[in-house]
């Protein structure tokens, strides 16, 4: 249906990127243009993500990209694994979310948090997809407010017992493992909050897929009860200490996010642009019409922006100068840049615009929820507002 | 067993191509570069040799600007162990292209010399069979599959209504098609691990060129769409063209 796809690339920005960063770049696109975009259209209409494509994201080695070569991963710089995300959310959004979950979720806690018995054990595993993960932080009643949560985890015999729930958790029902994080302490302590390396298969361990949604369809997301599940001590990750651990790894996820943003806006740009030179209406192509180029333009300069922001977040994420509150910033422009460029790519492709044939609606209607998750686009903007004003509005 | 790759550095496929003012060459501004489709089905040919020998070395060669580079890089994260480029300007005469290569593969001690069946800018399909016999070993063009035996190299071919299976004996050179070559992608890994795999660069040593393009033309434009008419009354008129003007059926 679609032309090989070169990017959109209007400011020369390859010529910011090494030699090394576009081979990454260029094969995960062929990968995505050769495996995911022939299958995309109907797994989403069938609300299922596409678990055949597992054995292939590891072997390419786009799990956990920028961890080290030790544990199995590919060693990449920061800018590499960001354009890996942008590659694969130009195919879904749900496809994205798979690695980012796996990658900065939970193979990055298990590296930066974990033991090394927990490292050896999972990261090759995880980094080859042999093995899946989730991650397990928002609950039902906690989700912009985590410091709140209800799952426990108490002492008993040398060990720790877990019980609680967890929401909207991404590959939660096809995970081998779960990085769960609970209370140790008294309710709403921050610093009581640990994690766990949790074995899907342990006793009490449950998984229920969410059903109703209307967007992400390609993707799996369920809800996880623990409902006593014991578990060794070597469970819990020697590394974690309070809240700010699992919010360090959901600043590397919406690292990805910000990337990935970019990624989708680039597919919904790719086809309306070409539909506009294909689609004839009062005798001539709607490309040719002024109401459309300025559609064309607007999508045009937000994805020229959105490219910049992000590359200059991997550099400054390379230097390790990168603050969460720039990341902030990037995962929040971003994402409502790509839910404005899909909304105005599936306007523009008029009726056929509604179909599955074309990306444009799917991509619009996954965007919603990566509008929403990872921390919302409201609660970028008080991160934003404090970082300005010094005053917390949450 | 020891095989030596010849990639060429080539535009994209997709590249729209626009000839240069001087009329006899293109325009190279803002044109991207690839490895030569072809030259990956060789590529993964000789990967595949390789695998299936338990051992050996791919050594990627190719003569071109210092750009191709980053074509050798390319091959080098698919699974070539290592590289080498001739640096130079090699122009569209494939009997200097073939003796340039020939006089450094001279020094190389390969079972195998592979080359994608042709390049897909100068469309000649010579250099392989010219550096063969510069080299005076047997040649089998447009492989589909090979394999390799005790010194003996069988490689089978597509010919019109069939297919051929030909012998040689090592060492030995052929051009490789598509046929049941994939080109595998470059893991993510393999691209770090190229970083660290040699690459030499040294200047070719360039043999005369005899053969210059004088002019380069745009193909004549398609001619416009005819309408024959509507509905079956038009079937007969259409079967006819396509089978006595087109000859497509």
């Known amino acids: 249906m679609t032309a090989r796809f070169e990017g959109i690339d209007f400011y020369d920005v390859d010529a910011l990127l090494s030699e090394e960063e576009r081979m990454v770049r260029d094969t995960v696109r062929s990968w995505v243009e050769d495996r995911v975009l022939p299958v995309i259209g109907k797994a989403y209409v069938d609300r299922r993500f596409p678990k055949e494509l597992i054995p292939e994201i590891g072997e390419l080695g786009m799990l956990g990209a920028n961890l080290p070569e030790e544990y199995g991963c590919a060693g990449l710089g920061n800018v590499a694994y960001g354009l890996i995300m942008q590659e694969l959310e130009r195919g879904d959004s749900g496809i994205r979310s798979f690695a980012s979950v796996q990658g900065a979720l939970v193979m990055y806690p298990i590296h930066a948090f974990g033991s090394e018995e927990q490292r050896a054990e999972w990261l090759p595993k995880l980094a080859a997809g042999e093995k899946i993960g989730c991650f397990g932080l928002t609950e039902p009643d906690y989700g912009s407010n985590p410091a709140g949560m209800i799952t426990t985890a108490r002492r008993r015999d040398g060990g720790w017992v877990l019980n609680g729930a967890k929401m909207w958790i991404t590959n939660g029902s096809m995970a081998d493992v779960a990085v769960v994080w609970a209370q140790t302490g008294q309710a709403g302590d921050a610093r009581g909050i640990r994690g766990f390396v949790v074995p899907t298969n342990a006793p009490g361990f449950s998984a229920r897929d969410q059903k109703g949604k209307l967007s992400l369809l390609a993707s799996d997301t369920s809800e996880l009860v623990l409902e006593d599940v014991e578990l060794p001590d070597s469970a819990l990750m020697p590394g974690s200490s309070g809240l700010r651990s699992p919010l360090m790894c959901l600043t590397q996820a919406r690292y990805g996010i910000a990337w990935g943003a970019v990624g989708a806006a680039m597919a919904c740009f790719h086809e309306a642009a070409r539909y506009a030179g294909e689609r004839v209406m009062f005798d001539g192509p709607i490309a040719g019409k002024q109401i459309q180029q300025v559609r064309i333009a607007d999508m045009l300069t937000s994805i020229t922006q959105g490219q910049l922001l992000c590359l200059r977040l991997g550099r400054l994420k390379d230097e390790s100068k990168m603050t969460p509150q720039q990341v902030s910033l990037a995962k929040r422009a971003n994402v409502d840049m790509a839910c404005n460029v899909a909304r105005e790519a599936r306007r523009l492709l008029g009726a056929n615009g509604i179909l599955a044939e074309y990306s444009a609606m799917r991509h619009m209607a996954n965007l919603e929820s990566v509008y929403t998750y990872e921390g919302t686009h409201d609660i970028h903007s008080l991160v934003l507002g404090q970082a300005v004003t010094g005053l917390a509005a949450f | ?249």
């Open chain 2, 1 to 249: 067993m020891n095989i030596a790759v010849c990639i060429k550095r080539v535009p994209d496929t997709g590249t729209r191509i626009r000839i240069a003012e001087t009329g006899d060459g293109v325009e190279t501004d803002g044109v991207k570069y690839v490895m030569g489709p072809y030259d990956e089905f060789a590529v993964e040919a000789a990967l595949q040799l390789a695998e299936a020998a338990e051992g050996g070395e791919v050594a990627l060669l190719a003569y071109g600007p210092p750009a191709t580079q980053e074509a050798l890089r390319s091959g080098l994260a698919m699974g070539a162990h290592r590289a080498v480029l001739l640096a130079g300007e090699p122009t569209m005469d494939g009997w200097a292209t073939a003796r340039t290569l020939a006089a450094e593969l001279s020094g190389w001690e390969a079972d195998l010399v592979l080359f994608g069946v042709k390049a897909v800018d100068s469309d000649q399909q010579q250099v392989g069979p010219m550096v063969a016999e510069l080299l005076g070993r047997p040649c089998a063009t447009a492989v589909s599959s090979m394999d390799v035996s005790e010194g003996v190299a069988t490689c089978r071919r597509v010919v019109e209504g069939g297919r051929e299976v030909v012998e040689m004996t090592l060492p030995a050179a052929a051009t490789i098609t598509k046929g049941q070559y994939e080109p595998r992608y470059a893991s993510l890994r393999g691209i770090m691990a190229a970083k660290r795999k040699p690459l030499e660069q040294k200047a070719a040593k360039e043999a005369a060129v005899e053969l210059v393009v004088e002019a380069l033309e745009y193909p004549p434009p398609r001619p416009p769409g005819r309408i024959l008419g509507e509905g079956p009354a038009a079937a007969a008129e259409l079967v006819r063209l396509l089978r006595e003007e087109d000859k497509a059926i």
